[in-house]
């Protein structure tokens, strides 16, 4: 009989202490760890995760801050998780302490928008304008900046992604090689910022996920 090989299982919602002690954020803390008391458990998310249907998954949520969900429609619930991720984006970078991390988060939202735009240009497939809010870069930009093809307005490391990219994809015109590219100079971007900042969690995490990702 075959045996089952265990494999460590990675929990990204807990990390061990990394470097120094950074007082700084002790308010920041503070406030994260009487919010996290309103966040779902691990164990309703996943009898949502193995609920029979969409309509018996939002019955869960009845109990929660969430059960104004009932009365609404997927689109509308859609909205409304939405501005529930704004809302947490400009929270962190309200308490954040050191203004160039947000740099990092911003960064992940321009290369989700970067890689719409590239699979639509490359691929002459119509752009639309369904891009993500955040970020750098305006979603009402990224339109005219791929019709016209003019990237000057973006910032250095997108113009250097997109010619990797497009370089990528001209190979075999294999829209995969669009997203191989562009996750690679991501990952190179925020290694270099996180050594830049010199942050040691920061360069542990990245490094670790871009090994995962490779």
């Known amino acids: 009989m075959a045996t089952i090989t265990e494999k460590p299982v990675l929990d990204f919602d807990l990390y061990p202490p990394v470097g120094k002690e950074d007082w700084r954020y002790t308010f920041a803390c ?26 018996d998954a939002l019955d869960m949520l009845s109990s929660s801050e969430y059960s104004l969900l009932q009365d609404k429609d997927q689109e509308q619930i859609n909205d409304f998780l939405l501005e529930k991720r704004t809302e947490v984006r400009n929270l962190f970078i309200d308490l954040i302490v050191d203004k160039r991390i947000v740099e990092l988060l911003e960064a992940r939202s321009d290369f989700a928008n970067l890689r719409l735009a590239l699979r639509r240009k490359l691929t002459e497939k119509p752009i639309g304008a369904d891009y993500s809010g955040d970020g750098f870069v305006k979603a009402d930009e990224f339109e005219a900046i791929f019709e016209q093809e003019n990237y000057s307005p973006l910032p250095i490391y997108m113009q250097n992604a997109i010619e990797v ?3 990528a994809y001209y190979q075999n015109k294999h829209v995969c090689q669009i997203d191989y590219a562009l996750d690679a100079e991501y990952s190179r971007y925020t290694i270099e910022k996180a050594y830049e ?3 040691e969690f920061l360069i542990g995490f990245f490094r670790m996920k871009a090994d995962l990702t490779n």
């Not at 503070?30 to 969409?54: C, D, I, P, Y």
């Open 30 to 55: 503070a406030q994260v760890k009487s919010l996290e008391t309103f966040m779902l458990s691990k164990s309703a998310l996943q009898n949502m995760a193995t609920s029979s249907g969409f309509e």
């Open 165 to 167: 990219a497009v370089l």
């Open 197 to 199: 900042l010199q942050n």
